[in-house]
């Protein structure tokens, strides 16, 4: 069974630019949350969605938006970007709001 | 603010070494999962605990969660190079919203 998937694994930007990350989750697994990794920092929650709304949001700016869709995959957007951007961004799924998440790989995203 | 702090920041020691790592917050958890992450993945749950004074073993690694639940720590016996890793603590306010700490680098050398 596929895990948590991510895409890209790997982006390089510029600053000023749009992104978009894609995540698919486990199979039946309604819910995808998002994470932010900066190199030599754990993880720091940027979103959650459940059955296509957000349930959850961080303490991020108004540059960062995710949406979920009919399948349950998610997107991340995060525009007009930053050098402190660049980090690994985790998708976690989850099969309700309050069980277990299982994270994929992550989109390793750098900002130049 | 960081609301859990982990300790020490690095650890690297030889293969078949002991080693404990900590995990501490001011304010009381109501559950704290242990999780493992290896350079390039995300990171995997090992356990969560939910009552204060809980010991958890899975093999060789051993959980705590302190009495006050405010604590908890993760002790490897005779270390293996395949531990090396990065292991997050992290207080749930449910599955999607989890507050991890900076974690705990650790090397074991062959």
């Known amino acids: 069974d596929a895990g948590v998937t991510q895409s890209p694994t790997h982006l390089i930007k510029t600053r000023g630019q749009h992104v978009t990350l894609r995540c698919s989750p486990i199979?039946?697994?309604?819910?995808v949350s998002w994470y932010q990794q900066v190199l030599g920092q754990g993880p720091q929650f940027i979103f959650q969605?459940?059955?296509?709304?957000?349930?959850g949001r961080g303490n991020f700016p108004d540059r960062f938006s995710a949406r979920q869709f009919p399948n349950y995959s998610s997107e991340l957007n995060v525009n007009a970007l930053l050098l402190g951007d660049s980090a690994l961004y985790l998708c976690a799924s989850s099969l309700a709001s309050n069980t277990e998440a299982f994270f994929g790989q992550g989109t390793r995203l750098t900002v130049v | 603010t960081q609301l859990l702090e982990q300790s020490p920041q690095f650890l690297s020691i030889q293969e078949g070494e002991n080693l404990t790592v900590y995990c501490n917050s001011s304010?009381?958890?109501?559950?704290l999962q242990w999780y493992r992450q290896e350079p390039g993945e995300g990171p995997v749950l090992l356990v969560t605990?939910?009552?204060?004074?809980e010991v958890k073993k899975l093999k060789r690694l051993t959980f705590q969660f302190g009495d006050a639940r405010k604590d908890s720590s993760l002790h490897i016996t005779a270390a293996q190079p395949g531990d090396t890793g990065l292991y997050l603590c992290a207080k749930e306010a449910n599955a999607g919203k989890s507050t991890f700490g900076d974690g705990t680098t650790l090397t074991v050398k062959p």
């Open positions: 199979s039946g697994h309604k819910s």
């Open positions: 304010s009381v958890f109501s559950s």
């Open positions: 605990v939910v009552t204060g004074g």
């Open positions: 969605y459940y059955e296509k709304e957000e349930r």
